[in-house]
């Protein structure tokens, strides 16, 4: 796996080096700007002709450095310094002084001329703020110039906390990373931003932000090959688990369907609905191996009984907002002993509750909210959420003592003294109504296994995303239903074990 640290947690372990390893910061700056120049060539860009656009921080002294390493060759390089001089850093201050005796263009306007290639060293991950005034104008100019872009560190505009656009972001071709990438440009819109990515080490520690259980990470196939469950030979149903599918209200047996399709289809040994008796001739048609239990109203004994022959209870997918499921769902968190999902209208249900985890017996607990329904949770905005979902989330699930996979574009997984783990599987055809439903189910099938809710909340999403990647292939962006994503389980483990071998 990979760290994925924000721009902070980056110039954290930028001083660390510093000042623990005695690595001079302009020994880390040289290093930066000849990994550059070895990307560069090693790309086979065209270098007959360089603008190198350069802030007053550190970014820009990794471009100004950059400067003179390709000067060095006898190529031609032209730097154009945005920016107030008087506030340049230290760093970046040496390396323009060692640029006065070479024949690299300096201007503080555009440096007008026919390039080959644009290097953007405006801002790294001290970007702070929204750009505006000179900055803004220089960066909408350069996104209109018909030539490669590269980026040091980052895209200009982008924020490496959390992938959104400042005001204004440049749109490159390939993003040279220095020693890690950053959170926003594994997020979106940022990642968008960067075009290729190839990241370089040059010897920063990353131990300060390792030993913070706050780091994103960024999952590898063996990572997610080490989680897969074993099935052994010696079995029967009653080895892989019991779920209990309660959801799909009048009109929704659907959401209850994808549910059970999907715990069966990732191996879960037995599973049974209770659900709505207007369900009951729907689901048995759609699934003749899901066992059926109906309701009209609240039945106490019956759902504690139902709750005791259950290993995992999934909860919430279309259950609707009746005073009825409401009952369900209360008796579900006070009596239920093991393995909870709370999902969908459950979700919307607990956060009109204060008190709701103080009810909760299980032992293990899984939330599934998308954005909307974290807010709802939270009481906040969407964008707050969005903004800085890192710490929203690890907050989060740190007082909550729980597992959370909040849903977006970029799925991020967080549990009560964990990492929390950025999934980049899947796609945009699986924007579709039914989507979550599967990855519920999934994570129903893991935890089904033997799984704690942390690996399954992280082996679901990546499965998931790998079956919307491989049903795109084989059913197109646009025709991909959520039902086909349970077909592709089969593949997605598949890939996961070959890539292994
Ligand atoms: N020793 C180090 O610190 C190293 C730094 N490196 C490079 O340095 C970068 C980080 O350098 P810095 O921390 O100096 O930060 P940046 O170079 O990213 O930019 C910070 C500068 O921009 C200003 N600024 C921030 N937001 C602004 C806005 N919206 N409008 C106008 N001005 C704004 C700040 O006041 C500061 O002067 C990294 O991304 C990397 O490229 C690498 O050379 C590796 C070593
Ligand atoms: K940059």
Same mark, same amino acid.
Not at 85 to 106: D, G, H, W
Not at 233 to 251: E, M, P, Q
Not at 295 to 320: N, Q, R, T
């Given at each position: 796996m990979i760290y994925l640290p924000t721009g902070s947690q980056m110039s954290e372990a930028d001083l660390y080096t510093i000042e623990k390893e005695n690595i001079p910061s302009r020994t880390l700056m040289e290093r930066a700007a000849s990994s550059c120049v070895d990307v560069?060539?090693?790309?086979?860009?065209?270098?007959s002709s360089t603008l190198i656009v350069c802030g007053v921080g550190n970014n820009g002294g990794?471009?100004?450095?950059?400067?003179?390493?390709?000067s060095e060759q006898g190529l031609s390089v032209a730097v154009w310094l945005v920016g107030d001089t008087t506030r340049?850093?230290? &760093?970046?201050?040496?390396? @323009?002084? /060692?640029?006065?005796? *070479? %024949?690299?263009?300096?201007?503080?306007?555009?440096?007008?001329g026919f390039y080959s290639?644009?290097?953007?060293?405006?801002?790294?991950?001290?970007?702070?703020?929204?750009?505006?005034?000179?900055?803004? &104008?220089?960066?909408s100019? @350069?996104? /209109?110039?018909?030539? *490669? %872009?590269v980026a040091v560190d980052i895209p200009s505009g982008i924020s490496s906390a959390n992938g959104q656009v400042l005001g204004v972001a440049l749109q490159v071709d390939l993003t040279i990373a220095i020693q890690c990438q950053k959170l926003g440009m594994a997020l979106y819109p940022g990642n968008e931003y960067c075009g290729r990515i190839i990241t370089k080490k040059i010897g920063i520690s990353t131990l300060p932000f390792e030993k913070e259980k706050k780091t994103v990470l960024c999952f590898h196939n063996d990572d997610y090959y080490n989680l897969l469950p074993e099935r052994p030979a010696h079995?029967?149903?009653?080895?892989?688990?019991?779920?209990?599918?309660?959801?799909?209200?009048?009109?929704?047996?659907g959401a209850a369907y994808l549910n059970a399709f999907s715990a069966y289809k990732m191996g879960a040994g037995l599973v049974r609905f209770y659900t709505p008796e207007t369900n009951r001739s729907i689901l048995q048609t759609l699934l003749c191996e899901g066992i059926m239990t109906t309701y009209e109203s609240f039945h106490e004994k019956e759902c504690i009984e139902l709750l005791s022959w259950a290993d995992?209870?999934?909860?919430?997918?279309?259950?609707?907002?009746?005073?009825?499921?409401?009952?369900?769902?209360?008796?579900?968190?006070?009596?239920?002993?093991?393995k909870l999902v709370i999902d969908g209208d459950a979700l919307t249900l607990i956060s009109q509750c204060s008190n709701w985890r103080e009810r909760v017996k299980a032992k293990e607990i899984i939330l599934t909210p998308h954005m909307k329904e974290m807010s709802r949770l939270l009481h906040c905005d969407v964008s707050t959420i969005q903004e800085n979902r890192t710490e929203v989330l690890t907050s989060y699930v740190n007082k909550n003592q729980l597992c959370c996979v909040l849903k977006d574009e970029r799925t991020l997984v967080g549990a009560s003294n964990q990492n929390p783990v950025l999934n980049t599987s899947g796609n945009n055809a699986m924007a579709k109504a039914g989507s979550g439903d599967v990855l519920t189910g999934i994570i129903g099938g893991l935890l089904s296994h033997g799984l704690n809710a942390y690996e399954?909340?992280?082996?679901?999403?990546?499965?998931?995303?790998?079956?919307?990647d491989i049903g795109r292939e084989h059913k197109g962006e646009f025709g991909l239903m959520a039902s086909d994503l349970a077909v592709y389980l089969k593949d997605a483990i598949n890939y996961v074990k070959e890539v292994r071998k």
């Amino acid at each position: 796996m990979i760290y994925l640290p924000t721009g902070s947690q980056m110039s954290e372990a930028d001083l660390y080096t510093i000042e623990k390893e005695n690595i001079p910061s302009r020994t880390l700056m040289e290093r930066a700007a000849s990994s550059c120049v070895d990307v560069l060539i090693e790309e086979e860009l065209d270098l007959s002709s360089t603008l190198i656009v350069c802030g007053v921080g550190n970014n820009g002294g990794d471009g100004l450095a950059i400067a003179r390493l390709l000067s060095e060759q006898g190529l031609s390089v032209a730097v154009w310094l945005v920016g107030d001089t008087t506030r340049m850093s230290f &760093e970046a201050k040496e390396q @323009l002084s /060692q640029l006065q005796n *070479t %024949k690299v263009i300096i201007d503080s306007q555009y440096p007008k001329g026919f390039y080959s290639l644009i290097i953007d060293a405006i801002f790294g991950v001290g970007l702070k703020r929204e750009i505006q005034g000179s900055y803004k &104008e220089c960066i909408s100019f @350069l996104n /209109q110039q018909k030539v *490669t %872009k590269v980026a040091v560190d980052i895209p200009s505009g982008i924020s490496s906390a959390n992938g959104q656009v400042l005001g204004v972001a440049l749109q490159v071709d390939l993003t040279i990373a220095i020693q890690c990438q950053k959170l926003g440009m594994a997020l979106y819109p940022g990642n968008e931003y960067c075009g290729r990515i190839i990241t370089k080490k040059i010897g920063i520690s990353t131990l300060p932000f390792e030993k913070e259980k706050k780091t994103v990470l960024c999952f590898h196939n063996d990572d997610y090959y080490n989680l897969l469950p074993e099935r052994p030979a010696h079995a029967n149903k009653g080895t892989f688990g019991k779920v209990l599918v309660i959801g799909g209200s009048k009109g929704m047996a659907g959401a209850a369907y994808l549910n059970a399709f999907s715990a069966y289809k990732m191996g879960a040994g037995l599973v049974r609905f209770y659900t709505p008796e207007t369900n009951r001739s729907i689901l048995q048609t759609l699934l003749c191996e899901g066992i059926m239990t109906t309701y009209e109203s609240f039945h106490e004994k019956e759902c504690i009984e139902l709750l005791s022959w259950a290993d995992v209870v999934l909860i919430g997918s279309g259950l609707g907002l009746s005073e009825t499921a409401k009952e369900i769902l209360f008796c579900v968190l006070e009596n239920h002993e093991k393995k909870l999902v709370i999902d969908g209208d459950a979700l919307t249900l607990i956060s009109q509750c204060s008190n709701w985890r103080e009810r909760v017996k299980a032992k293990e607990i899984i939330l599934t909210p998308h954005m909307k329904e974290m807010s709802r949770l939270l009481h906040c905005d969407v964008s707050t959420i969005q903004e800085n979902r890192t710490e929203v989330l690890t907050s989060y699930v740190n007082k909550n003592q729980l597992c959370c996979v909040l849903k977006d574009e970029r799925t991020l997984v967080g549990a009560s003294n964990q990492n929390p783990v950025l999934n980049t599987s899947g796609n945009n055809a699986m924007a579709k109504a039914g989507s979550g439903d599967v990855l519920t189910g999934i994570i129903g099938g893991l935890l089904s296994h033997g799984l704690n809710a942390y690996e399954s909340g992280v082996l679901g999403v990546y499965l998931h995303g790998l079956c919307g990647d491989i049903g795109r292939e084989h059913k197109g962006e646009f025709g991909l239903m959520a039902s086909d994503l349970a077909v592709y389980l089969k593949d997605a483990i598949n890939y996961v074990k070959e890539v292994r071998k």
